[in-house]
């Protein structure tokens, strides 16, 4: 069963950092482009970032830029989201997708069920 399970959410304080993990189980990543996308209460799901199937490409929303670092290891089946210097507005639920790269963005084929970041004092 194809599956994406991301993980490493939680509270935080702003100026604050975490690291948001995504593991595929049933398929491998090796041949997607991957992206993190969010959600906020009462908003749309948003672009965050996308690399490429190599990881030799990257692009973040510029919300992000600077602060925001997304990274993927296919040995072990994994995409990853650093985020530093977090802010109250970056409080929203994360997903992970699996796709195909459209540059600036990406289309998404599969979905995680999402981890919930909130930053708050």
């Known amino acids: 069963q194809l599956q994406l399970v991301e993980s490493g959410g939680g509270l935080v304080q702003p100026g604050g950092s975490l690291r948001l993990s995504c593991a595929a189980s049933?398929?491998?990543?090796?041949?997607?482009?991957m992206g993190w996308f969010r959600q906020a209460p009462g908003k749309e799901r948003e672009f965050v970032a996308v690399?490429?199937?190599?990881?030799?490409?990257?692009k973040h929303a510029d919300s992000v830029k600077d602060r925001f670092t997304i990274s993927r290891d296919n040995g072990k089946n994994t995409l990853y989201l650093q985020m530093d210097n977090l802010k109250p507005e970056d409080t929203a639920v994360y997903y992970c997708?699996?796709?195909?790269?459209?540059?600036?963005?990406?289309?998404?084929?599969?979905w995680g069920q999402g981890t919930q970041v909130t930053v708050s004092s």
């Open positions: 049933g398929f491998t990543l090796d041949y997607y482009a």
């Open positions: 997708a699996a796709g195909i790269l459209e540059i600036p963005t990406m289309r998404p084929d599969y």
């Open positions: 690399i490429n199937s190599n990881g030799g490409l990257t």
